[in-house]
């Protein structure tokens, strides 16, 4: 799978996700320090190590650098320059450092697979076990098998939410005050009666604020999004198929979702609109979110956002590429500093009170130990100004201190789920896209115009479907298809 846009499949589709995914402790470094090599330490060498992540710059960077880089130093040698791009601009600022062959040494990965086959990342293969053998070790071994690109690995995963599910989620205050049942809905259209009650008696909420990222249906896509042609997982798991064309499924839910449009449930700028409805603000009634095992439910979406928080599942849990490649860094080709990136990047999985200050910033201010494997945040705490990054897209997940809430049985159910979710039948594969970079662009174009407006239902989809599939034809869309499943047939052959 080849994911041009793999940071926004998660994240812009759900900005929340950026507030979700800081779960557990912020901290200070005042916990045991982990064993790390420390070669350039007696030398009094600091090597600086240039990184590049996505999101905001926090307000208090200065404060937190200072506490990170004085553990790195004091570590490995090293000290981090963070720089930091915004998420609109992210993908085409690393496009033009990947291809002028800047020099730098870490960063947030886009468009992975694509970009490894370019040769843009050195090859960790060999390197990962070797300088970051701990965070290795510790990565869920489906992890390493999703990002090996033609047989190797170019990236160290953040070891989180390995499967996702696609969920509706419920401002549970308003489900009980109007005494709403929530488990009777399934689909799109078990929305609808719900909605109504919110839209008469709710005049400052939006009943359903799907933003013009809103996937749509339960496919798992071979290039992206974009590009419509994908493995319908709830039917035949061997075809690449044009949901657009080939669903029935897709196209009810777009109707149901049009439905709602029509009777203003939806924002009406829904498919233009940049605005955010932010998971702590009363403002919106439910919204589609993506949960993973380390959201223990409704756990941690419940803390970002401040307020009781209920969902019910859209689609089952499932490993796929998106999965895979959510949260991956790479070291670029160009770094001549490959092995102390490593170390850094080894030192931040494994080492609980750097990553704790990383993701939830000063210990005292943002949060607070309960125990010694458990936390509560704190009124400072804010996931939006005085971070580095959130846990999701950060550092191994197992590391992070547990939220008081979160109990043995609940650590218990979240491995057991890991253990039996569902693995896409396109993990690992990797599309080549040599032959037809025409006809895939010409079709991310094409999607472009509709894919926005029909999920969000914004257009009538017995108009615009029909003129959709005529285009995505006219672009290339057999051709590209055919070459898909002919390659796809040749991974399966091999597995």
């Known amino acids: 799978m080849n994911v041009k846009k793999t940071f926004k499949k998660l994240v812009l589709a759900s900005m929340s996700l950026a507030l979700v995914g800081t779960l557990a402790a912020c901290g200070g470094l005042t916990g045991d320090k982990q064993k790390s090599k ?38 490995i040698g090293a000290e981090l320059n963070i720089q930091y791009i915004g998420w609109g601009d992210y993908q085409n600022k690393m496009s033009v ?8 040494d870490i960063a947030f990965a886009d468009s992975y697979v694509s ?60 489900v009980d005050k109007y ?23 709710e ?53 149901d979702m049009h439905t709602l449009f029509a009777k203003k449930y939806i924002p009406q700028d829904a498919a233009t609109s940049d605005e955010l409805y932010r ?19 409704d756990t941690i979406l419940t803390r970002a956002a401040g307020r009781e928080l209920v969902s019910v599942p859209l689609t089952t849990p499932l490993k796929d590429n998106g999965q895979m490649f959510v949260a991956n860094w790479v070291i670029s080709n160009t770094s001549k500093n490959a092995e102390k990136a490593l170390e850094a990047i080894n030192l931040i999985n494994t080492d609980q009170d750097l990553l704790a200050t990383m993701v939830f910033g000063k210990e005292g201010e943002g949060w607070e130990k309960v125990g010694d494997d458990h936390m509560k945040t704190l009124p400072g705490y804010d996931a939006s100004n ?61 999607t472009g115009q509709y894919k926005a407006g029909l999920s969000t239902g914004t257009l009538d989809p017995d108009k615009a479907i029909p003129e959709f599939n ?26």
Do not use: C, H
Not at 49 to 66: A, C, F, H, S
Not at 136 to 163: C, M, Q, R, S
Not at 279 to 297: A, I, M
């Open 279 to 297: 998971l702590d603000d009363k403002t919106w009634f439910v919204r589609v979110e993506t949960q993973g095992p380390y959201d223990y439910g």
């Open 179 to 201: 005494d709403l049942d929530i488990s009777k809905v399934k689909t799109i259209a078990d929305l609808e009666p719900l909605l109504k009650v919110i839209k008469e008696n």
């Open 470 to 495: 005529a285009k995505l034809e006219e672009a290339g869309l057999k051709k590209v298809q055919e070459e898909m499943q002919k390659q796809f047939d040749e991974f399966m052959k091999d597995k």
């Open 386 to 446: 005085k971070v580095i990054g959130g846990a999701w897209m950060t550092g191994d997940n197992n590391k992070i201190f547990l939220d008081e809430k979160i109990t043995d049985e609940m650590v218990a159910e979240r491995d057991e789920k890991i253990e039996a979710a569902e693995q896409s039948p396109l993990l690992g594969f990797n599309f080549n896209a040599e032959n037809v970079k025409t006809e895939i662009t010409n079709l991310s174009n094409v």
């Open 38 to 75: 420390k070669s350039d330490k007696a030398s009094g060498d600091t090597t600086t190590l240039t990184m590049y992540r996505v999101g905001e710059k926090p307000k208090n960077y200065d404060e937190l650098m200072e506490v990170v880089n004085k553990r790195m130093k004091d570590e």
């Open 115 to 174: 970009t490894a086959q370019k040769g843009a990342y050195k090859d960790l293969t060999e390197l990962a076990p070797k300088y970051a053998k701990e965070t290795y070790d510790n990565l869920n071994p489906t992890y390493i098998e999703g990002n090996k690109v033609d047989g190797k690995l170019y990236a160290i995963p953040v070891n989180a939410n390995v499967f996702a599910q696609r969920v509706m989620t419920f401002d549970k205050e308003l």
């Open 97 to 104: 450092i990947t291809s002028s062959g800047e020099d730098y």
């Open 203 to 255: 005049p400052n909420v939006s009943p359903f604020p799907a933003g013009k990222d809103i996937r749509m249906g339960n496919f798992d896509y071979v290039y992206d999004v974009n590009v419509p042609l994908g493995i319908d997982l709830e039917g035949d798991k061997t075809k690449i198929i044009n949901p657009y064309a080939d669903s029935p499924r897709m196209k009810r839910d777009l109707a």
